[in-house]
């Protein structure tokens, strides 16, 4: 049904996906830190967000009948230059993401694993959309620069 690298695989894909959420938590409370609340606030909803992943993952594997082993994701990032180096690290995520996602379809294709390649799916769907978004924010983030005024009007925003 599964071979032990694929379900290696989605093990380490929860991992991950718990380690994108405390990722993103770590950019949102450096955003609180520089007192701007709509992309703290837009951050956490990140983290939600990748936590719902994992447990979507561990939904699948329960109903596959495929053990779970959780293991420790590596501490997050918590230093970042500015405003333009979090979304930067955002993107570059994202990307990652994207590859690993990825490699666990092409392994489930490659062992006609069809449920977990129509499951994964959704998550090549969710990762293009993941990567359109970093991508638009990092190029708002650059044209805002140094412009206060801009940085304010994009923290409103970005929240809405």
């Known amino acids: ?47 939600t967000e990748e936590h719902e992943h994992a447990m979507k993952i561990v939904g699948f594997l329960n109903e596959w009948d495929l ?8 501490s997050p990032s918590t230093d970042f230059e500015n405003s333009e180096s979090v979304f930067a690290g955002a993107l570059a995520h994202e990307q990652r993401v994207t590859g690993q996602i990825t490699k666990i379809f092409s392994l489930a294709r490659e062992e006609s694993a069809w449920h977990i390649e129509v499951a994964f799916q959704w998550f090549i769907t969710e990762q293009v959309e993941e990567e359109v978004t970093a991508r638009d924010n990092l190029a708002k983030i ?10 304010l009007e994009f923290d409103r925003s970005i929240s809405a």
């Open 67 to 74: 053990s779970i082993t959780l293991k420790s994701p590596p």
């Open 142 to 151: 650059r044209m805002v620069g140094t412009n206060p005024a801009a940085l």
């Open 1 to 47: 049904m599964a071979s032990e690298q694929l379900q290696q695989l989605l093990n380490e894909q929860i991992t991950n996906e718990l380690g994108a959420e405390m990722q993103y938590l770590a950019m949102s409370f450096w955003f609180e830190r520089e007192n701007l609340q709509g992309l703290a606030s837009w951050f956490r909803k990140q983290a």
